[in-house]
Structure formats: structure tokens, C-alpha cells
T-cell receptor
Framework: GAVVSQHPSRVICKSGTSVKIECRSL??????MFWYRQFPKQSLMLMAT?????????EQGVEKDKFLINHASLTLSTLTVTSAHPEDSSFYIC??????????????FGPGTRLTVL | AQTVTQSQPEMSVQEAETVTLSCTYD???????LFWYKQPPSRQMILVIR??????QNATENRFSVNFQKAAKSFSLKISDSQLGDAAMYFC???????????FGTGTRLTIIP
């Protein structure tokens, strides 16, 4: 149980285009999802917290107009990188918090999306 | 602000042996959770083990166990009978009970020697 999927797993796009990444909780409902960015050989950096039905909360230094987050349902959150540039190339990971009884405090992670901007 | 420190960037262990990964954290909170996550080459983050701060008993999950020392703010991970599949980056993470955010350490890369 507690499976989180991401789509696509890899995406290559041209500079200036927008890219949407989906994060889905497959077998549980998640009121809260999280978006992280991970640079090579580094730890995960939280970008934003996504709450179902409300605006996302962005971490300091993260441009909310560049990284649009929508959490329209209890099983789906999307991250859109607008007007992508090569410096946006990175590994993006989502996680979701399981509301079920036993481990409501644990985040479960998706497999990540590698974005390459040419 | 809470910080999580993993002082061992790399560790290696012989297959079937035991290895301990270190993690220390800094917090003024009394109620929190601690986690160890594993990130294999596939990059999928996998929960290894979790510990509630209010529980004195150390968590165990099969070959994985922790040594939680609350006063010392230490949370080490012991892997017994190491297997080739244990090779990965291991991240220690902290979460305050009143906050949903996870704070990660910088990770320890574990290599298993056949």
C-alpha cells in the first residue's frame, strides 16, 4: 500500500516551453502532497506544499509564478514548470501524506521526474 | 530551525556484515518524528524505518534497526546482514509533530562489497 506515481518519468523540452508533471496517490487519499527538487548528488530540497482545494505554500526562494502547483483532488497534484530554462533542469520528486489510520505522519514518495531543458 | 546532519558522506560494508549510519539533529521541539529513507540508483525514495520521539523503544524493521538517543539528539541506523540490494543513498529526515515538512540530511552513500 501507499503507492505514489509520477508522470512522466523523463521529459526533454526546449527552452521557453512549459512542462507539466503529475503526481498521483494510487491507493490512498492524500490531503497534502509535497514537491521536491534534487540536484545531482545532493539532498532533497522542498519546493512547496500542496493542499487539496487550496493554494500551495511555497518555500522561500521558490518562484510561485514559475512553478505552478495545482492539487485538484485527493489523489492528484500537478507541477507545471512555466517558460522552462536550462537551469530548471533537475530531478523533481513528489510525495504524499497518507491519511489512513496507522501511519498518517509518513510521507510516501513518487519515483521522480527527470526534466532536461535544452 | 531544525537541522539534520549526516557526517558520513560514504560508507562501505562487506556483504553479510553489519553497518551503522550516523545521524544527528538539532531541535527545540519535544514531539517529533524521525525517518530513514533509502534512495537506490532508480532514485525512488523508499521508507526504511520511522521513530516517534515519544517512544523510548527503538524501532526495528527486519534487518534494520535504529539507536534513538533523544537526549543526545542522535538517530543512527543499523543494517544487519548487509545485502547487495542495500546499496543506496540513505537519508535521515526529521519532522516536527506540528509541521508537515520533512528536513533531510545530506545523505550517506552505502556501498556493499561482495
Amino acid at each position: 500500500g501507499a503507492v505514489v506515481s509520477q508522470h512522466p518519468s523523463r521529459v526533454i523540452c526546449k527552452s521557453g516551453t512549459s512542462v507539466k508533471i503529475e503526481c498521483r496517490s494510487l491507493d490512498f487519499q492524500a490531503t497534502t502532497m509535497f514537491w521536491y527538487r534534487q540536484f545531482p548528488k545532493q539532498s532533497l530540497m522542498l519546493m512547496a506544499t500542496s493542499n487539496e482545494g487550496s493554494k500551495a505554500t511555497y518555500e522561500q526562494g521558490v518562484e510561485k509564478d514559475k512553478f505552478l502547483i495545482n492539487h485538484a483532488s485527493l489523489t492528484l497534484s500537478t507541477l507545471t514548470v512555466t517558460s522552462a530554462h536550462p537551469e530548471d533542469s533537475s530531478f523533481y520528486i513528489c510525495s504524499a501524506r497518507d491519511l489512513r489510520g496507522v501511519r498518517t505522519d509518513t510521507q510516501y514518495f513518487g519515483p521522480g521526474t527527470r526534466l532536461t531543458v535544452l | 530551525a531544525q537541522t539534520v546532519t549526516q557526517s558520513q558522506p560514504e560508507m562501505s560494508v562487506q556483504e553479510a556484515e553489519t553497518v551503522t549510519l550516523s545521524c544527528t539533529y538539532d531541535t527545540s521541539e519535544s514531539d517529533y518524528y524521525l525517518f530513514w529513507y533509502k534512495q537506490p540508483p532508480s532514485r525512488q525514495m523508499i521508507l526504511v524505518i520511522r521513530q516517534e520521539a515519544y517512544k523510548q523503544q527503538n524501532a526495528t524493521e527486519n534487518r534494520f534497526s535504529v539507536n534513538f538517543q533523544k537526549a543526545a539528539k542522535s538517530f543512527s541506523l543499523k543494517i544487519s546482514d548487509s545485502q547487495l540490494g542495500d546499496a543506496a543513498m540513505y537519508f535521515c529526515a526529521y519532522r516536527s509533530a506540528g509541521n508537515e515538512k520533512l528536513t533531510f540530511g545530506t545523505g550517506t552513500r552505502l556501498t556493499i562489497i561482495p
